[in-house]
Protein backbone atom coordinates (compact mmCIF):
# COMPACT_ATOMS: atom_id res chain seq x y z
CA UNK A 1 0.00 0.00 0.00
CA UNK A 2 2.96 2.31 0.82
CA UNK A 3 4.81 1.39 -2.58
CA UNK A 4 1.44 2.69 -4.14
CA UNK A 5 1.08 5.72 -2.53
CA UNK A 6 4.87 7.07 -3.17
CA UNK A 7 4.25 5.60 -6.91
CA UNK A 8 1.18 7.99 -7.24
CA UNK A 9 2.91 10.43 -5.59
CA UNK A 10 5.93 10.00 -8.30
CA UNK A 11 2.96 10.48 -11.28
CA UNK A 12 1.66 13.43 -9.94
CA UNK A 13 4.71 15.21 -9.29
CA UNK A 14 6.27 14.27 -12.92
CA UNK A 15 3.06 14.85 -14.55
CA UNK A 16 2.98 18.28 -13.31
CA UNK A 17 6.68 18.94 -14.28
CA UNK A 18 5.70 17.38 -17.76
CA UNK A 19 2.56 20.30 -17.45
CA UNK A 20 5.35 23.70 -17.10
CA UNK A 21 7.28 22.55 -19.24
CA UNK A 22 4.76 22.09 -22.16
CA UNK A 23 3.20 25.48 -21.07
CA UNK A 24 6.43 27.05 -21.01
CA UNK A 25 7.07 25.58 -24.95
CA UNK A 26 3.73 26.37 -26.13
CA UNK A 27 3.58 30.02 -24.29
CA UNK A 28 7.22 30.89 -24.55
CA UNK A 29 9.04 33.88 -22.72
CA UNK A 30 6.55 36.91 -23.15
CA UNK A 31 5.06 39.57 -21.78
CA UNK A 32 2.75 42.53 -22.83
CA UNK A 33 4.45 45.25 -24.39
CA UNK A 34 3.61 49.07 -24.31
CA UNK A 35 2.86 48.91 -27.88
CA UNK A 36 -0.12 46.31 -27.96
CA UNK A 37 2.85 43.50 -29.19
CA UNK A 38 3.77 40.91 -27.25
CA UNK A 39 7.07 40.98 -26.51
CA UNK A 40 9.33 38.59 -26.89
CA UNK A 41 12.46 38.13 -24.29
CA UNK A 42 15.68 36.71 -25.78
CA UNK A 43 18.83 36.65 -25.26
CA UNK A 44 21.25 38.39 -27.02
CA UNK A 45 22.85 35.70 -29.11
CA UNK A 46 19.38 34.24 -29.41
CA UNK A 47 18.16 37.95 -30.67
CA UNK A 48 20.68 38.16 -33.16
CA UNK A 49 20.04 34.78 -34.59
CA UNK A 50 16.75 35.77 -35.37
CA UNK A 51 17.16 39.25 -36.73
CA UNK A 52 20.10 37.25 -39.21
CA UNK A 53 17.52 35.26 -39.82
CA UNK A 54 14.23 37.64 -41.08
CA UNK A 55 16.91 39.39 -42.97
CA UNK A 56 17.72 36.10 -45.03
CA UNK A 57 14.22 36.22 -45.78
CA UNK A 58 14.66 39.64 -46.70
CA UNK A 59 17.12 38.98 -49.24
CA UNK A 60 15.78 35.94 -50.56
CA UNK A 61 12.38 37.55 -51.26
CA UNK A 62 14.78 40.40 -53.23
CA UNK A 63 16.84 37.88 -54.79
CA UNK A 64 13.40 35.97 -56.08
CA UNK A 65 11.92 39.21 -57.16
CA UNK A 66 15.08 40.04 -58.84
CA UNK A 67 15.65 36.48 -60.74
CA UNK A 68 11.76 36.39 -61.67
CA UNK A 69 11.88 39.60 -63.49
CA UNK A 70 15.09 38.23 -65.15
CA UNK A 71 12.94 34.98 -65.82
CA UNK A 72 15.62 32.97 -64.40
CA UNK A 73 13.79 30.07 -62.44
CA UNK A 74 16.92 28.35 -61.83
CA UNK A 75 17.90 31.09 -59.65
CA UNK A 76 14.38 31.91 -58.24
CA UNK A 77 14.55 27.95 -57.03
CA UNK A 78 18.40 28.16 -55.70
CA UNK A 79 17.42 31.89 -53.55
CA UNK A 80 14.44 30.60 -52.46
CA UNK A 81 15.49 27.49 -51.13
CA UNK A 82 18.10 29.40 -49.10
CA UNK A 83 15.18 30.31 -46.67
CA UNK A 84 13.40 26.84 -46.78
CA UNK A 85 13.46 23.93 -44.24
CA UNK A 86 16.98 22.86 -44.45
CA UNK A 87 18.26 26.03 -43.10
CA UNK A 88 16.30 25.18 -39.77
CA UNK A 89 18.70 23.42 -38.44
CA UNK A 90 21.03 26.79 -37.85
CA UNK A 91 18.13 28.19 -35.87
CA UNK A 92 19.55 27.73 -31.88
CA UNK A 93 17.44 24.91 -29.87
CA UNK A 94 16.69 27.62 -26.91
CA UNK A 95 14.65 29.52 -28.94
CA UNK A 96 11.96 26.60 -29.28
CA UNK A 97 11.41 27.26 -25.58
CA UNK A 98 11.35 30.69 -25.89
CA UNK A 99 8.83 31.46 -28.69
CA UNK A 100 5.62 31.24 -28.58
CA UNK A 101 3.78 28.56 -30.58
CA UNK A 102 1.93 30.58 -32.67
CA UNK A 103 5.36 32.56 -34.04
CA UNK A 104 7.00 29.04 -34.03
CA UNK A 105 4.20 28.25 -36.56
CA UNK A 106 4.55 31.31 -38.54
CA UNK A 107 8.23 30.60 -38.61
CA UNK A 108 7.97 26.92 -39.98
CA UNK A 109 5.14 27.57 -42.41
CA UNK A 110 7.45 30.65 -43.95
CA UNK A 111 10.14 28.50 -44.66
CA UNK A 112 7.70 25.82 -46.03
CA UNK A 113 6.16 28.41 -48.18
CA UNK A 114 10.13 29.09 -49.46
CA UNK A 115 10.26 25.78 -50.52
CA UNK A 116 7.03 25.38 -52.39
CA UNK A 117 8.68 28.83 -54.28
CA UNK A 118 11.75 26.95 -54.91
CA UNK A 119 9.61 23.69 -56.17
CA UNK A 120 7.26 25.66 -58.17
CA UNK A 121 9.77 27.74 -60.36
CA UNK A 122 11.10 24.75 -61.30
CA UNK A 123 8.38 22.86 -62.17
CA UNK A 124 5.94 25.50 -63.51
CA UNK A 125 8.00 28.39 -64.71
CA UNK A 126 5.01 30.90 -63.98
CA UNK A 127 6.58 34.27 -62.56
CA UNK A 128 2.77 35.35 -62.01
CA UNK A 129 2.29 32.33 -60.08
CA UNK A 130 5.91 32.75 -57.88
CA UNK A 131 5.08 36.73 -57.32
CA UNK A 132 1.85 35.40 -56.26
CA UNK A 133 3.71 32.92 -53.96
CA UNK A 134 5.77 35.32 -52.37
CA UNK A 135 3.26 37.78 -51.91
CA UNK A 136 1.41 35.20 -49.68
CA UNK A 137 4.40 34.31 -47.86
CA UNK A 138 5.11 38.29 -46.98
CA UNK A 139 1.57 37.93 -45.20
CA UNK A 140 3.60 35.78 -42.29
CA UNK A 141 5.92 38.40 -41.99
CA UNK A 142 3.25 41.09 -41.42
CA UNK A 143 1.36 39.16 -39.08
CA UNK A 144 4.62 38.11 -36.65
CA UNK A 145 5.94 41.41 -36.91
CA UNK A 146 2.15 42.93 -36.23
CA UNK A 147 1.86 40.26 -33.12
CA UNK A 148 5.39 40.35 -31.99
CA UNK A 149 8.70 41.96 -31.15
CA UNK A 150 11.73 41.28 -29.37
CA UNK A 151 13.42 42.57 -26.22
CA UNK A 152 16.80 41.69 -25.05
CA UNK A 153 16.15 40.08 -21.66
CA UNK A 154 18.42 42.15 -18.75
CA UNK A 155 19.41 40.04 -16.24
CA UNK A 156 21.21 42.13 -13.19
CA UNK A 157 24.06 40.37 -11.40
CA UNK A 158 23.06 42.41 -8.70
CA UNK A 159 20.43 41.83 -6.39
CA UNK A 160 16.92 44.15 -6.83
CA UNK A 161 16.09 46.41 -3.84
CA UNK A 162 13.09 48.31 -3.80
CA UNK A 163 11.96 47.28 -7.33
CA UNK A 164 15.71 49.24 -7.99
CA UNK A 165 18.54 46.93 -9.07
CA UNK A 166 21.40 48.53 -7.69
CA UNK A 167 25.52 48.55 -8.18
CA UNK A 168 28.72 50.95 -7.58
CA UNK A 169 27.97 52.15 -11.42
CA UNK A 170 24.21 51.86 -12.17
CA UNK A 171 20.36 52.35 -10.70
CA UNK A 172 17.64 51.31 -12.99
CA UNK A 173 14.04 50.84 -12.15
CA UNK A 174 13.69 47.09 -12.73
CA UNK A 175 10.94 46.52 -15.64
CA UNK A 176 11.94 49.63 -17.61
CA UNK A 177 15.78 48.49 -18.54
CA UNK A 178 14.43 46.25 -21.77
CA UNK A 179 12.81 49.51 -22.75
CA UNK A 180 16.07 51.04 -23.75
CA UNK A 181 17.08 50.59 -27.44
CA UNK A 182 17.62 46.85 -26.78
CA UNK A 183 14.38 45.81 -28.92
CA UNK A 184 13.59 45.87 -33.16
CA UNK A 185 10.53 47.43 -34.11
Not at 7 to 28: C, E, H, N, R
Not at 129 to 156: D, G, P, V, W
Not at 168 to 178: F, N, S
Amino acid sequence: MKSCKISWSLVVILSVIVAVFSYKFTVGEVKPSEDGRLAVELTKDERNALLLEMRTWLQSTQAVLNAVSDRNFEEVSRVARISGMSAEADTPASLFRKLPAAMKALGFDTRKKFDEIADDAIKLRDPEHTIKQLSNTMNNCIACHSAYRFTEAFHSPFPAKNGFVASAHIRVKTGLQTNLSNRIE
